[in-house]
Structure formats: C-alpha cells, structure tokens
C-alpha cells in the first residue's frame, strides 16, 4: 500500500462495497494523511463514521459525480490522489434507466476529470470492467466510454501535471450484487439458478482488486489501462462450491450477458505489454509524454486475455477458501 503513504486520498463512489473495503485497507496500512469519501448515500456515510468513530484522518463529502460543482469543492483539498469508483453497475438497471447510466458514468467521469484537472490532482485513477470490451449491454457500452475519456483526459490537461490511468478487472468476490449471495440464499431451499453451464467468469477478491490499484498507482505514466493476470472460474464450480449437493436449475442466459468475458481484447493486444504480474494496454494515441513501457514485453499476434482459455484457473482449494473468507 506504499502508493497512499503520507498522501491526501479522495474516494468517489467511497461507500459501496470496493470503497469502503478501500478506506478500512488505507487505514490500517497505507499511512495516509488523509481520506476524504465522496458519496451521495448519507446513511451510507453515516455508517462508516460510526465505524471509524474519531478516526482523525477520515473526512465525508456527501455529493454526486453528476455535480460538477461539488466535484471542485471537493477537489480543493490538496489532493494527491483520486480514485474514481462511482458508477451504476448493476447491468438490468441500467438498460431500463439508459439516460441515468450514461449521467453517472459518461458524464460523471467526464466531470471527475475536469474538476481533476482544473484542482491540480497529480494522479486519478478511474475504476473500469471486463464488460467494458466488446461490449454487449449499456453498463459495458458505458464504462468503455469512461476508460477513453480517463486515458484521452491526459491529452486534455494540457501543460499541467494531472495523469489518468485506469484499472480493468472481472468480477470481485464479495461485492455487491455478486452472485455468492444469491447462491447461498437459495441453498436454503435446495436449488440454485444459473443462467448457463458452460459460462466463465474472472474471478478477484476485493482485498486483490485493492492491491492491484495501489500497484497501478506506483506504476502508472499516464493514459495506461493496467489489467490483473487474474484467474478463471466456471459457474458450475462456484455453485457446487456454495450449495453442495443442492439441485441446479439452468434458466438461459439474460439479455446483455456474455457466456465469456475478455479483458484484452485482439486488436488491444496489438499495444498492450506483458508483465509478470500484468497486462498494460498503452494508449494508440498520445501526445502527452512517453507510456511506452520499453522495458516490458509485447503480445504475439492473435493474444486475447479470455476467462474460457485463460491459462489459470482457481483450484478447488482456492475457490473454498475464497467462498469461506467473502
């Protein structure tokens, strides 16, 4: 967690699940000066004050990524770093309110850079998804949209020191609207619903997706897309894992659902670079400085980073673990 040692943090979206998981880990390892929640969910705040009660570091802007307004007020702190993680992401809701996604996380990114820029915050990172490649639902459709903008934002800071990046992963074990709970509450009545057998999934902890942004932060030029070389998982596996020996009930796959998910796409392999550790997908257009990574590897011709030919997958012993620690 060196990436947050002595340094002013905003949090945007700081009361969902990656945020609030993101305070407790900063606290207790990062050494920050300060962390300040941006979040539009009063209770929400008021929960985790009553958490951290007389944490002298932790300070609460109640406000919506929408208000630009709000952005700037909130961004006049001497900040060091902002983590962009508000978004709607629930995928149904989104394709029956389209114009309230697009607010939240089109226009809402849009306005975090901005308000970035305009306050001279040296580092924002902006939080991304697998369903963002390719995508084939609105929530997808949106957070592509987002990632051009955090990456093509260093282009429009012009002379000033602010860089963007953004962080790209699957799907994080113990989030919310993860399906663990969904399964673990129909076990009760001894049926579990999936929506495909053959269907994958790239699979994080919350705690691994923290991790990873703080690497991103050290690591991070500007305009980069970084991606975790995470493992797969089958959702057959995860439900026998979760229900054991409960009946499983195939529904058909939903609108806007992927059997598969990729978080390199082909034609992004053509500029990405491989780390131990990492895929970098590195901007085709720039005019803002070097981000060309000289020291790390490309990809052969033809790599995409899917979650059906992924080369790892989670044991069983590590998918168990994983399901008893979330």
């Known amino acids: 967690m060196r990436a947050f040692k002595d340094k002013r943090i905003l949090v945007t979206g700081g009361t969902g699940s990656f945020g609030r998981r993101l305070v407790r880990r900063v606290l207790d390892d990062g050494q920050p000066e300060r962390i300040i929640v941006f979040s539009r969910d009063e209770f929400k705040q008021h929960d985790i004050r009553s958490e951290f009660r007389g944490e002298r570091r ?3 802007f109640i406000g919506n990524v929408r208000d630009e307004r709000r952005l700037h007020r909130a961004f006049q702190a001497g900040l060091d770093v902002v983590i962009h993680a508000a978004a709607l992401k629930q995928v149904p809701a ?10 939240t996380n089109i226009l809402g990114a849009h306005n975090v850079i901005n308000a970035a820029i305009d306050c001279n915050v040296p580092k924002v990172i902006g939080l ?13 459709a949106t957070k592509l949209c987002a990632e051009k903008l955090f ?11 602010t860089r963007f990046c953004c962080v790209r992963y699957g799907n994080v074990l113990g989030s919310r609207g993860s399906i663990i709970p969904l399964f673990r509450q129909q076990r009760e009545q001894g049926k579990v619903t999936v929506t495909d057998p053959r ?10 997706a923290i991790e990873f942004v703080s690497l991103s932060l050290e690591r991070m030029v500007g305009g980069e897309v970084f991606v975790p070389r995470i493992p797969s998982l089958g959702i057959m596996e995860l439900a026998k894992t979760i229900a054991p020996g409960c009946d499983i009930e195939c529904t058909g796959i939903r609108p806007g ?3 598969h998910e990729c978080l390199v796409s082909v034609d992004e392999a053509r500029h990405t670079k491989a780390l131990d550790d990492m895929f970098v997908i590195l901007p085709e257009y720039h005019r803002w400085g070097d981000v060309n990574w000289k020291d790390a590897d490309g990809l052969p011709d033809g ?4 979650s059906d030919t992924n080369d790892r997958w989670l044991s069983d012993d ?3 673990q994983m399901v008893e620690t979330h």
């Open 94 to 103: 989104c394709e029956y309110n389209p114009f309230e996604a697009v607010k």
């Open 318 to 320: 590590e998918l168990r």
């Open 128 to 140: 991304s998804t697998d369903k963002a490649v390719s995508p084939t639902n609105l929530y997808g």
């Open 303 to 306: 790599f995409s980073f899917n």
């Open 199 to 208: 269907m994958t999934r790239f699979w994080l902890t919350l705690d691994q």
């Open 58 to 60: 932790l300070e609460f």
């Open 257 to 259: 659902e992927k059997l």
């Open 151 to 161: 990456i093509q934002g260093n282009s429009y800071a012009g002379g000033r020191a």
